[in-house]
């Protein structure tokens, strides 16, 4: 089995395990941090990619070379997650599909940075969608659809996902600060 090309990354960090199935669309658009671990993902997008973060196996970033994904510290997408930065509205206004139609016939687009605040959690085979912020110490339950921002420290589920219970953040924030991490919120 062949070993995942590092080098041709923006930038990785220390500690770092990409599967060799990953495939990265656009890699030197993808900083990555410390501690990482990458299963068999699919990514098209930029990214930033913090520390402590682990991807799971099958999950999609998709959106192509003008979208954006950031991911904070302490984060995880669990198995078969789905992070679209980038799709079709689907309102008729244009042909639906591959990038390989010229921009004229186009349906018009949904277009929007996802960003994944620090202490952020996604369960299995949940779906983020465009333009939306993921706050700090957020988690999203399996098998959600995730459609708006949420709110720090709050646990999320459901079709769309709605708040379900508040999370404490002390315990967390002290743990990533004896990992060297200043304990502050708003990452």
């Not at 957020?138 to 709110?151: M, W």
Request: hydrophobic share 40%; charged share 20%; net charge neutral.
């Amino acid at each position: 089995m062949s070993k995942f090309d590092y080098s041709l990354l923006k930038s990785v960090g220390n500690d770092v395990v990409i599967s060799p199935n990953a495939e990265f669309r656009r890699p030197q658009l993808v900083s990555i941090g410390n501690h990482v671990a990458i299963d068999t993902a699919y990514i098209t997008t930029a990214a930033d990619i913090g520390d402590y973060v682990h991807i799971g196996p099958y999950v999609s970033i998709i959106g192509g070379p003008k979208a954006h994904f950031t991911m904070g510290n302490f984060t995880n997408l669990a198995a078969g997650c789905r992070v679209v930065c980038v799709s079709d509205k689907h309102m008729g206004d244009g042909l639906i599909g591959p990038a390989t139609i010229p921009d004229q016939y186009k349906d018009e687009l949904d277009m929007g940075q996802v960003v994944m605040k620090n202490f952020v959690n996604v369960g299995t085979n949940a779906v983020i969608l465009p333009g939306v912020t993921l706050a700090e110490g957020t988690v999203i339950g399996a098998c959600s659809l995730v459609t708006k921002n949420t709110e720090p420290w709050t646990i999320y589920t459901g079709i769309p996902a709605k708040p379900v219970k508040v999370r404490p953040r002390e315990k967390m924030l002290r743990y990533a600060q004896e990992l060297g991490y200043p304990a502050k919120a708003g990452g």
